[in-house]
């Protein structure tokens, strides 16, 4: 109050005209901080872009593969499945009127220098006992294989003979027989088998010598 008179306020427009003045320049403010952000943002993303781009370069240029191969073939005179059998003469008997129980022993070797792996199977046969006097049957003959063996050298055995199965034949006969078996993987390299032979003679069978063919044959695959 001045003079004892009233002092005149301000209208309020005016007031309110300061405040819209306010309001009005903030979004100019929002603009610049935006652009700010916005500018920043770019060229973050920018460094990163240029940043994969150099790792997937130098990756390429660092990097590189090629193939090589060898080839193992297989020779018909080195590389072969075969087997072989070796007999020997049996206890010499007097003649008799009862049976007569007399042994001998042969052997089996099996070379498989295929390099397959793929096993392998061997058969017996045999044929009638024979004689100037007369004969008699093969059936009296019993084979029982023992253990089989490695045999090291200029053969040497890649895979254990332990992992190979034998089996008694109480009669041979003119038909094949399975004796002995290699697996899958358990029968590379050359291998001896001995067999012991149990001969049943006939009693009154005539004085004479008597012989029987032992046939072994063997199979690519157990």
């Known amino acids: 109050m001045a003079d004892g008179h009233p002092v005149a306020l301000s209208p309020i427009a005016d007031v309110t005209s300061l405040f819209t003045l306010a309001l009005t320049e903030t979004p100019v403010l929002e603009r610049i901080v935006l652009l700010s952000i916005r500018t920043s943002t770019l060229a973050i993303v920018s460094a990163l872009f240029l940043l994969l781009l150099t790792m997937a370069s130098g990756a390429a240029q660092g990097s590189s593969s090629g193939t090589s191969q060898v080839a193992i073939t297989s020779d018909a ?11 020997g003469d049996f206890v010499p008997l007097s003649y008799g009127f009862t049976d007569q129980l007399t042994t001998g022993n042969l052997t089996i070797a099996v070379t498989d220098t295929r390099g397959t792996a793929a096993g392998w199977g061997v058969n017996l046969s045999g044929s009638d006992f024979t004689g100037t006097a007369g004969s008699f049957a093969v059936t009296n003959l019993g084979l029982l294989p023992g253990t089989a ?12 003979a332990a992992n190979q199965s034998k089996y008694a034949l109480t009669a041979v006969s003119s038909t094949a027989a399975r004796i002995w078996t290699a697996n899958t993987s358990a029968g590379a390299g050359c291998f001896t088998l001995p067999v012991s032979a149990m001969l049943n003679v006939p009693g009154g069978t005539l004085v004479g010598t008597y012989a029987s063919t032992i046939t072994v044959s063997i199979t690519a695959a157990p």
């Not at 005179?77 to 072989?84: D, E, I, K, R, W």
Request: hydrophobic share 35%.
């Open 149 to 160: 063996a490695g045999v090291t050298g200029a053969c040497s055995t890649i895979t254990s």
């Open 77 to 87: 005179t080195t590389n072969y499945l075969a087997v072989q059998i070796t007999t």
